[in-house]
């Protein structure tokens, strides 16, 4: 598709970037090998190339890392709000200094465009610390009562389609509010973690406070169990999210989860079609699909779906796949060669299914792992890519006649995280965000984040929300 | 026969009250046919009441989501108007109630009456809280670009509410009515040993115009209901205040299995304490919706 839209490569430069060859564990403000010297391997999913080599925390780490946070918690939690928002400030103002470096990092260690990681990571990761930052001495007025109390140690989990945004999501509210934190990274993205354990140190963060943990499942599994932690926070799989909500039953254990999402996107007949266009492809392509938040299911009013469905495919068709570190890419490369398996294999079953496929014309590179923006049309409710959460660059077509029937049908699933709605008629927003059962509504826009703003799913896409006033809660003992 | 003899033959014999459940605003007996033997502390027996089985637990489950529409999506101010409706009947009701609790809690009857006159202003309380809990716990936010940005708290639907065993009124009408203030339908499992208010409660509901469903109120063994309950798909929440610890894990657990909200027994000492918003909050979601505002650029207008 050789156009107007071949661009010159503008590839962002990685010497703003130093990855060592190998990293420890970080606990108790010191790099330091697993116990049982275990390691692993983490490369860049748009080349393969091994990027480092990360210490892989067993059992016995992530007591230690416990431990150390147990001990830090007495003092930090001690603090005056205010000495502890000044830390939140300092690592801030730090992560904005040397942003550029991590927008590189992320890119290189989780395949997604560097204009995503510049232009939208990276600047909400600092937003997130600056807005928390602030509460740490507010806390009285939050609306929780008048002294509300932190929980303890937390035990933090987080996926790797956002390493550093959920980093930030879950340590700067924790850490706000008084709590300290033992985190593991996903295992395909453990540097920008790592990378901010440095940034702890340089802000002078006491010891103990912050650790991180890099691991497998099994890593997070003992986290979870740990005794002596006191609150869970988790994002990913409604799968794993329940494994740890039968886990943590009975105890007094703390839980907030953020689990899948099967987003309806529904576009009425007098919406401007350019814009929901865009929304559309935001909601399904950004991060190559890999959002939990995602709108991959796109429900449009039958009566402009062949208009709709035309300029979605001639817009599709400018999309650029390739290099993620390219300034001018949009799609970059899917994060594992696990999560390309899990891709082909829900899409193959679509096609089995009967739904029809359609990608763009579109090279993919030859190393690397890498997936299409695709399209299914003819999608009934009971098809699996209507059904089940893909995390990647698919977006399935049905269509609707009434509100109601859209209504109905967005709210046809377990999931209940986000949904949009495009129209110009105001009080067709109004209604149709009042029922549908999500957590997030974006109406004539779509994927947009904000640290005052909560985020958090209804029924199996989890309970609890981040980011607001109300993310606060997640931290605070509010009995 | 001397006529003294036979007055006393005459004295009026009392009537008896078939306790029966409250489901979808009906009064029905258990499907399974069961009752079972309901005594005040000194082991006097006071009425058979219904032991009911999976069946009514899923029936009333049915009901609830039936009602759910209806009452979630009245008007707060209707809301409140019909749960002050309620404490008006309880009012009438007072010496109904006194008896009952009495009875159940071994109590005096002044402290009885102290306990139910608690209790009915707990539910005034709650009464005034339907309009209220979406200013306190929602609100506008400030983003950083230009989008119309507001939360607000919704109820997450049908919540399964396991009445503490020791409080038969107060501490039921404590976790009842903060579930459907906010706008939730309940199915109320009542006090194992003493399940007589809660019963009488299903009656006040039914002449106190809150549609059918709203409440459903079951009777029996606490851990035999509860569990197809913890484990019902339909069912989104569960409140475990009358569970001991062992049933209250094992429900947890069951509960997981469609990530139901779920709020674990919290001791309370003493149920006539201030409540505060929890009880209210655990079974809100809160909902966020953006808009474009077309605010001013810095690029001129965009509107």
Partial sequence: MASVFEYAPAPESRSVVDIAPSYGLFIDGEFVEAADGKVFKTVSPSTEEVLSEIAQAGEADVDRAVRAARTAFGKWSALPGSERAKYLFRIARIIQERSRELAVLETLDNGKPIKETRDADLPLVAAHFFYYAGWADKLDHAGFGPSPRPLGVAGQVIPWNFPLLMLAWKIAPALATGNTVVLKPAETTPLSALFFADICRQAGLPKGVVNILPGYGDTGAALVAHPDVNKVAFTGSTAVGKQIARTVAGSRKKLTLELGGKGANIVFDDAPIDQAVEGIVSGIFFNQGQVCCAGSRLLVQESVQDELLESLKRRLSTLRLGDPLDKNTDIGAINSAEQLSRITTLVERGEAEGAERWSPDCELPTSGYWFAPTLFTNVTQAHTVARDEIFGPVLSVLSFRTPEEAVAKANNTPYGLSAGIWTEKGSRILAVAGKLRAGVIWSNTFNKFDPTSPFGGYKESGFGREGGRHGLEAYLDVR | ?303
């Avoid at chain 2, 009026?12 to 005040?40: A, I, M």
């Avoid at chain 2, 306190?136 to 936010?141: F, I, K």
Wanted: no cysteine.
């Fill in chain 2, 1 to 303: 026969m001397s006529d003294k003899t036979d007055k006393t033959a005459q004295r009026r014999l009392s009537v008896f009250k078939t306790y029966k459940l409250y489901v979808g605003g009906k009064f029905p007996r258990s499907e399974s046919g069961r009752v079972y033997e309901v005594s005040d502390t000194k082991g006097t027996w006071l009425a058979n009441a219904p032991q009911s089985s999976r069946k009514d637990a899923r029936d009333a489950v049915v009901a609830a989501r039936k009602a759910f529409g209806g009452w979630s999506g009245a008007t707060a101010y209707n809301r409140g108007q019909i749960l002050y409706r309620v404490a008006e009947m309880l009012e009438a009701r007072r010496g109904q109630f006194v008896h009952e609790v009495a009875d159940a809690e071994g109590l005096s009857k002044s402290r009885a009456a102290e306990q139910v006159e608690a209790t009915i202003d707990r539910w005034v309380w709650y009464a005034g809280w339907t309009d209220k809990i979406a200013q306190v716990v929602g609100g506008g936010n400030p983003v950083a670009g230009p989008y119309f940005n507001l939360s607000s708290p919704e109820p997450t639907g049908v919540v399964t509410v396991l009445a503490p065993q020791e409080s038969s009124f107060l501490g039921l009408v404590s976790v009842v009515a903060p579930v459907i203030a906010t706008g939730n339908t309940a199915i109320v499992i009542a006090s194992e040993r003493s399940p007589l208010p809660a019963l009488s409660l299903g009656e006040v509901f039914a002449t106190s115009d809150l549609p059918g469903g709203v409440v459903n109120v079951l009777s029996g063994r606490t851990a035999e209901i509860a569990a197809p309950l913890a484990a019902h798909q339909d069912v989104n929440a569960i409140d475990l205040a009358g569970a001991d610890e062992a049933l209250a894990k094992e429900l947890e657990i069951a509960a997981a299995d469609n990530l139901k909200r779920v709020l674990r027994p919290q001791p309370v000492d003493d149920w006539s304490a201030d409540p505060g918003t929890d009880r209210m909050t655990a079974f809100l979601e809160t909902k966020t919706v953006w808009h474009p505002t077309g605010s001013l650029g810095a690029s001129g207008s965009s509107y």
